[in-house]
Nanobody, 121 residues
Framework: QVQLVESGGGLVPPGGSLRLSCTAS????????MGWFRQAPGNEREFVSA????????YYAGDVEGRFTISKDNAKNTVYLQMNSLKPEDSAVYYC??????????????WGPGTQVTVSS
């Protein structure tokens, strides 16, 4: 099974920026995609963004669209999440996910271990 590893989390002040990275061990799915979810303490895990590997179509949750940008590097099997204008409510553990676009946009089966993002003064 594909394995995912995230990096790039950390502490940033409100209004600041971070870039998260996620590298997959392999890309073997047809209609493959990768994306990001996040979970804050006491909250459900929620969808953030996803990208189709071949076509490059992107998807965003309404509360991050316009502030976050997802991108990919096919040669490196890596997806990025550029996060700008960060707010305290963006604080969460961010998880990378992968699979077919159907599973990614419904119930992903492959997850990375997560990376902590904290937005605070």
């Amino acid at each position: 099974q594909v394995q995912l590893v995230e990096s790039g989390g950390g502490l940033v002040p409100p209004g600041g920026s971070l870039r998260l990275s996620c590298t997959a061990s392999e890309v073997t799915f047809s209609n493959y995609g990768m994306g990001w979810f996040r979970q804050a303490p006491g909250n459900e895990r929620e969808f953030v963004s996803a990208i189709n590997w071949r076509g490059g179509n992107t998807y965003y949750a309404g509360d991050v669209e316009g502030r976050f940008t997802i991108s990919k590097d096919n040669a490196k099997n890596t997806v990025y999440l550029q996060m700008n204008s960060l707010k305290p409510e963006d604080s969460a553990v961010y998880y990378c996910a992968a699979g077919t676009m159907y599973h990614l946009l419904n119930v992903p089966k492959v997850w990375g271990p997560g990376t902590q993002v904290t937005v605070s003064s």
